[in-house]
């Protein structure tokens, strides 16, 4: 079963959209007050669409299943980014530098 990809959606409608719109503004095909609601339906689309698909997709930030539970990774042993990260005290002092010695021509 495919997954269901509502932003995909949202946003490929969207963008037909504008580039009816763009398209058509640029060649005065369609009358400059449709092109103007088309452009306000765009961006009424938009916003609705993607409030009503906020809770259909899962944030990267923090990820929970549908009932709440805070998703992990399968192999949870893995060490993330974060993890890998030590205190700047605990690293070795940077190496002094000696200036170039000028060499006669």
Avoid: C, H, N, Y
Wanted: hydrophobic share 50%.
């Amino acid at each position: 079963m495919k997954r269901p990809r509502p932003v995909l959606i949202l946003f490929a409608v969207s963008a037909g959209i504008a580039a009816i719109v763009g398209t058509a503004g640029a060649t005065d095909v369609l009358p400059k007050q449709l092109i103007s609601w088309l452009i306000i339906a765009d961006a009424v689309l938009t916003a609705v669409g993607g409030v009503l698909v906020q809770d259909l997709v899962t944030p990267l930030s923090a990820p929970v299943s549908s009932d709440g539970v805070p998703l992990v990774p399968a192999d949870s042993t893995r060490a993330t980014a974060v993890d890998r990260l030590v205190p700047a005290d605990s690293l070795p002092a940077p190496r002094q530098m000696t200036p170039r010695r000028e060499v006669a021509p």
